[in-house]
């Protein structure tokens, strides 16, 4: 029997051993996924290989200590610094990242889009904002405070801080900072919030499982939107795809939301 494992610190909250078990079983392939409480990050490597797992989620927060303790790390995650997935091959650990990707494959419902405005410059807006970039996509970045916009510059996003913010017209608007996940704030102030969606087509919320505030101003002014389950729903087949060796069915990916929907939250 193969064996999977989710690190991350707290981890007792997370759908994936869920998600990825309902898809190992809806085809009776032979394998196992748990959830492991990983305090220290720089232990990633030793556990991986010690207790003989096959392949690995990471998530919050050791995401760039798997990407340092890998033996090769593949596809867009070299320019992302993090990694989300371990790969076992010939006792070498492959390292990958699936978030950008998952995120891509989540925005298609929207259509054709090629103006986007991403708030919040943290992790999830580096892994999306190069994949984006990658897609010849014209990516507007804005945040509140200045010092972490510098690498956006470097990516060629156009930057901005709250009080600069002169482009108004997108079309896709889209939350990655934590304002909403614990709180009732929206990303940005709401007379600026407010006049950037007025002139917009679509928003999306990375947070998911609740309507944020975000969210709840994007259906009051009729914005097509839409939260960020597909995101961890697409980031969590690709890595099945991974782990498996094999595409995701359709019925595959149904049994996998179906347990993402049932689950506790992540
Ligand atoms: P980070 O901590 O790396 O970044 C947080 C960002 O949010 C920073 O830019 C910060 O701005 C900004 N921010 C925080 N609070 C506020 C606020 N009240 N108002 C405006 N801006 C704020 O977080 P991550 O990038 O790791 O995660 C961001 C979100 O994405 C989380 O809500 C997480 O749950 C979600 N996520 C969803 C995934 C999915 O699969 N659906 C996958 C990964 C993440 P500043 O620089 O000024 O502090």
Known sequence: MKKFVIFGNPVAHSKSPQMHNAGFKSIGFD?????YLLEDGSMIRDVFLSKNF??????????????RLADEVV???????????YIKKDN?????NTDAPGFMRAIESFGEIQDILIMGAGGTAKAIVIALIESGKNVTVVNRSVEKLDVFKKFGCTTFDWCGLQKYEFDLVVNTTSAG?????????PKLLEGILKRSKNGFDCIYGRVTPFLKLCKELNINCKD????????????WELFTNLNATDEVMRGMKMALQNGSQD
């Open 228 to 239: 960020g389950e597909d995101m961890l729903l697409f980031q969590g087949v690709l890595a």
């Open 54 to 67: 096959d392949g690995a989620n990471i998530t919050v927060p050791h995401k760039e200590y798997a990407f």
């Open 92 to 96: 070498k650990i492959i390292a990958h």
């Open 75 to 85: 596809g867009v995650a070299t320019k992302i610094g993090a990694v989300n997935t």
């Open 31 to 35: 394998g196992v996924y748990e959830k």
């Open 181 to 189: 996940l614990k709180d009732d704030e929206l990303p940005m102030p």
